[in-house]
Nanobody, 120 residues
Framework: QVQLVESGGGLVQPGGSLRLSCVAS????????MGWYRQAPGKQRELVAT???????NYADSVKGRFTISRDNAKDTVYLQMNSLKPEDTAVYYC??????????????WGQGTQVTVSS
């Protein structure tokens, strides 16, 4: 079994900052890509940012210049630093990973989600 546990969500005023964390644990041989997606009420889940094992990031246009994704491979952890938050960033944020287990096949896992609310 593999688990992704997110933390760091909450309520913040527009212009504020939050930092999300996600730790992967369980039967993991090697982690490939880690990332964050979000889903606002009434909308489809969308990519926020992903990062490769080597540290190459990819961002949605809507968050470029405001959000920074990073990872600690030794801790199987991915972070999302969110600055200059806007009300439209309000959503449930989901951690996502593609990893290899003992059979060296790729598996995809999702976290349970953490709520981020940007409001005055």
């Amino acid at each position: 079994q593999v688990q992704l546990v997110e933390s760091g969500g909450g309520l913040v005023q527009p212009g504020g900052s939050l930092r999300l964390s996600c730790v992967a644990s369980g039967s993991i041989t090697s982690i490939d890509t880690m990332g964050w997606y979000r889903q606002a009420p009434g909308k489809q889940r969308e990519l926020v940012a992903t990062i490769t094992t080597g540290g190459s990031p990819n961002y949605a246009d809507s968050v470029k210049g405001r959000f920074t994704i990073s990872r600690d491979n030794a801790k199987d952890t991915v972070y999302l630093q969110m600055n200059s938050l806007k009300p439209e960033d309000t959503a449930v944020y989901y951690c996502h990973t593609v990893l290899f287990r003992a059979d060296w096949r790729k598996y995809t896992y999702w976290g349970q989600g953490t709520q981020v609310t940007v409001s005055s």
